[in-house]
């Protein structure tokens, strides 16, 4: 059973509007691409949708694009594709020493750039190896509140 069929909407290089207790904000979602020009690309098609002055969220399965999320004005990103490295071999602070640091410099946990912020969530699956070595699995929960 597709995420169609199931009901949920799949936001793809678009946004929508939400509204709830007086407060508005726009969550826009993106295709999963490879490079940053796609990813800004899309970006911008989903930040049409947007309404003026209002917080905007941002879905976005990979990290990497994050700047640019953040140059053109996104409040908060919500990523995961890393799974917090998986294998990690140490912690610095918020540093991991994983193989995934090879590929992003956003593994887990809480990012800022300038007043945008981004959390990239470890979820709860692997990939190519069926472990999870010093990074438990996390389900994440956000709570927004109006300013």
């Given at each position: 059973?597709?995420?169609?069929?199931?009901?949920?909407?799949?936001?793809?290089?678009?946004?929508?509007?939400?509204?709830?207790?007086?407060?508005?904000?726009?969550?826009?979602?993106?295709?999963?691409?490879?490079?940053?020009a796609a990813a800004e690309k899309n970006m911008r098609k989903a930040l049409e949708g947007t309404a003026p002055r209002t917080p905007q969220i941002l879905l976005s399965h990979r990290p990497y694009f994050f700047t640019q999320a953040?140059?053109?004005?996104?409040?908060?990103?919500?990523?995961?594709?890393?799974?917090?490295?998986?294998?990690?071999?140490?912690?610095?602070?918020?540093?991991?020493?994983?193989?995934?640091?090879?590929?992003?410099?956003?593994?887990?946990?809480?990012?800022?750039?300038?007043?945008?912020?981004?959390?990239?969530?470890?979820?709860?699956?692997?990939?190519?190896?069926?472990?999870?070595?010093?990074?438990?699995?996390?389900?994440?929960?956000?709570?927004?509140?109006?300013?």
């Open positions: 059973r597709t995420a169609q069929e199931a009901g949920i909407r799949m936001l793809r290089n678009e946004a929508v509007l939400l509204e709830r207790n007086g407060s508005t904000l726009s969550l826009l979602g993106i295709d999963d691409v490879g490079t940053a953040a140059e053109l004005g996104v409040d908060l990103v919500l990523s995961g594709h890393t799974h917090g490295g998986q294998l990690v071999f140490g912690r610095l602070g918020q540093r991991a020493f994983t193989p995934a640091a090879l590929a992003s410099p956003y593994i887990w946990g809480l990012y800022h750039q300038g007043p945008a912020q981004m959390y990239v969530s470890r979820g709860i699956g692997t990939v190519a190896v069926p472990v999870r070595i010093n990074c438990p699995p996390e389900l994440t929960r956000i709570i927004l509140r109006p300013a």
